[in-house]
């Protein structure tokens, strides 16, 4: 007997629950979802509100596309790129910053504490 769209979404429930080594009891204090909610959800007696899945989603860090659908619709891959081209940026950042350093010791000379001296301007009226 082929199974409801409903019970394939309380298995995948479940599934992420156990993945993620949580108890029923934990994903209820994390989410603030009733004991009873999620069991009906995991049984797949009622399908749950969206705001319980955003919740359910992030307590198990899957998509909501997977906890609904079952499939990925936007990969992890794409995650996994973000957070790669923040990491690029981050140093990029970090490699001009050593560079404007060693140009304002260069320009100012360095301080006795080691640190580049302050430049005063002078403002013309």
Not at 23 to 36: A, G, N, S
Not at 38 to 43: I, K, P, Q
């Amino acid at each position: 007997m082929a199974k409801t769209q409903l019970e394939d979404m309380g298995e995948r429930l479940k599934t992420a629950r156990i993945n993620r080594k949580l108890t029923k009891m934990e994903v209820c204090w994390r989410t603030q979802i009733q004991p009873d909610a999620l069991e009906v959800y995991e049984s797949a007696q009622e399908e749950p509100d969206l705001l319980s899945l955003a919740k359910l989603s992030d307590t198990y860090r899957v998509s909501l596309d997977w906890l609904i659908t079952g499939f990925e619709f936007y990969s992890k891959s794409l995650l996994a790129n973000a957070e790669q081209e923040v990491k690029r940026l981050q140093s990029i950042i970090k490699e001009q910053s050593r560079v404007i350093e060693t140009i304002r010791e260069a320009v100012n000379g360095p301080n006795q504490k080691g640190q580049t001296a302050k430049r005063k301007r002078k403002v013309i009226p």
